[in-house]
């Protein structure tokens, strides 16, 4: 899987509170709704099939983010536990994921498509191998 999904992952089990200074209000935010992964390529190579496109990202408006993760092993496509965390939006498209135990990570999302597309990019500074996650509003 790819690095960003790792590290959300990551930052998922490892959990975290909301500070009392995230207060704004998330009402009209781009990334609030239901997204679904259309397209992964690492290094210019897809790698997303049918079973890990079930991949789903629920943002919602009370700064929660549901992460449901699929993955295909001997031909067969296994679902993921749901994975909670919380959200913040920093400003300029970038975001803050809060894990259970205080870890973050910090994402950088480009809206597309009337902010019905979401991009990531992850260039890995070890490998020097880029993922690009595309996730699109459902």
């Known amino acids: 899987m790819k690095k960003i999904l790792f590290l959300l992952i990551a930052v998922s089990i490892f959990g975290s509170c909301s500070s009392s200074s995230d207060t704004t209000d998330v009402t009209f935010d781009s990334v609030i709704g239901n997204w679904k992964l259309i397209s992964q390529k690492v290094n210019g190579v897809e790698t997303a099939d049918q079973c890990r496109q079930q991949t789903t990202f629920i943002f919602e408006d009370s700064r929660v983010l ?25 400003g300029n498209s970038s975001y803050r994921i809060n894990g259970a135990s205080g870890s973050r990570l910090v994402i950088d999302l480009l809206f597309s498509d009337g ?10 500074p070890n490998t020097n191998i880029t993922t690009i996650s595309v996730f699109q509003k459902f």
Do not use: A, P, V
């Open 115 to 124: 902010n019905n597309k979401f991009t990531t990019s992850e260039t890995d």
């Open 66 to 90: 549901r992460q449901k993760f699929f993955r295909t092993e001997n031909n067969t496509c296994i679902e993921g536990s749901e994975i909670i965390s919380s959200w913040f939006n920093l």
